[in-house]
Nanobody
Framework: QVQLVESGGGLVQAGGSLRLSCAAS??????MAWFRQGPGKEREFVAS????????YYGDSVKGRFTISIDTAKNSWYLQMNSLKIEDAAVYYC?????????????????WGQGTQVTVSS
């Protein structure tokens, strides 16, 4: 069972930046992603990246502001979040899949972190 541990959440002002990190206990997953879930909302796809780094997808609401990256030597991936908006506030989850291209639904991912809170103030 792959274990994922997120870090880097916190409180930031609108317009600011945060960097989330996710560390996996082993490097067998083939696609790594970030999702988020706000209060009363469904879990939303944010970004994904293949282990090779060659294929990256972003959710429409974060394109141009967020960047996903991976460090395979550390079994880790990251989400750089810039120009944060109030509506970006949520619990952010990292996820990993045994499939190369599992799609953007949560069901395509096999392993999940515990979540890290991102709060954006005005």
């Amino acid at each position: 069972q792959v274990q994922l541990v997120e870090s880097g959440g916190g409180l930031v002002q609108a317009g600011g930046s945060l960097r989330l990190s996710c560390a996996a206990s082993e490097g067998t997953s083939r696609n790594m992603a970030w999702f988020r879930q706000g209060p009363g909302k469904e879990r939303e796809f944010v970004a994904s990246i293949t282990r090779s780094g060659n294929t990256i997808y972003y959710g429409d609401s974060v394109k141009g502001r967020f960047t996903i990256s991976i460090d395979t030597a550390k079994n880790s991936w990251y989400l750089q979040m810039n120009s944060l908006k109030i509506e970006d506030a949520a619990v952010y989850y990292c996820a990993a899949s045994r499939d190369v291209l599992p799609g953007i639904g949560p069901g395509g991912y096999d392993y999940w972190g515990q979540g890290t809170q991102v709060t954006v103030s005005s």
